[in-house]
């Protein structure tokens, strides 16, 4: 997967920040910052805003590194999952004014919300999934080849393209599914 990481890279990121490794800080910032920049930027629309929501993140991190739990996910997975709630808890406690001055009716914030965090979790399932996939799902959408032009492409079968496209195309079926509330991290969600 592209930037994944394995479980035990996980766990010995969350003991060195427990030991407050500044350079464990420094490793955890190249490997996730644009993740983290992208969804808030996804959701807040603001470059500013998704900056300031990237500095709270890593400061919610090295603060808390024994609020990660291994056993409920990746890093990665709860890093976007703290950025995405810190977007969406700024988003909602801003004063969001369209170009026309009026301020957003709770109804249209809320599908500002619904419609950001789709889009954010389409573009966490398409840069998390298997390079096979993606690759192949690429070639469809960006390129408009079918399958059969996607096999001879990736020098794969034809049964093998359709595979993939069809895996991939499920994976981000799930992007407009609402994932299960998690409860969040004592003090995470409201202004850090």
């Known amino acids: 997967m592209a930037n994944d990481a394995p479980p035990r890279w996980d766990r010995r990121m969350q003991q060195r920040l427990a030991r407050g490794e500044a350079a464990a800080l420094a490793e955890l910032y190249d490997r996730f910052a644009s993740l983290i920049h992208n969804l808030a930027h996804r959701v807040l629309e603001d470059e500013r805003?998704?900056?300031?929501?990237?500095?709270?993140v890593f400061g919610y991190v090295w603060e808390n590194p024994d609020a990660y739990d291994p056993q409920q996910g990746s890093l990665r997975a709860w890093i976007a999952m703290l950025t995405q709630r810190q977007a969406v808890?700024?988003?909602?406690?801003?004063?969001?004014?369209?170009?026309?001055?009026?301020?957003?009716?709770?109804e249209a914030l809320e599908e500002r919300i619904r419609e950001a965090s789709v889009a954010a979790r389409a573009d966490y399932?398409?840069?998390?999934?298997?390079?096979?996939?993606?690759?192949?799902?690429?070639l469809a959408y960006f390129d408009r080849r079918d399958y059969r032009q996607a096999a001879a492409a990736l020098g794969v079968t034809e049964d093998e393209?359709?595979?993939?496209?069809?895996?991939?195309?499920?994976l981000l079926s799930t992007a407009h599914v609402q994932p299960p509330r998690a409860v969040s991290p004592p003090g995470y969600g409201r202004a850090l």
């Open 49 to 56: 805003a998704a900056d300031r929501i990237t500095r709270e």
């Open 89 to 106: 808890h700024r988003l909602r406690t801003s004063q969001t004014v369209p170009a026309d001055g009026d301020t957003l009716s709770t």
């Open 125 to 138: 399932i398409v840069t998390s999934m298997p390079a096979p996939l993606r690759a192949a799902l690429e």
């Open 161 to 170: 393209a359709r595979r993939r496209l069809r895996l991939g195309l499920q």
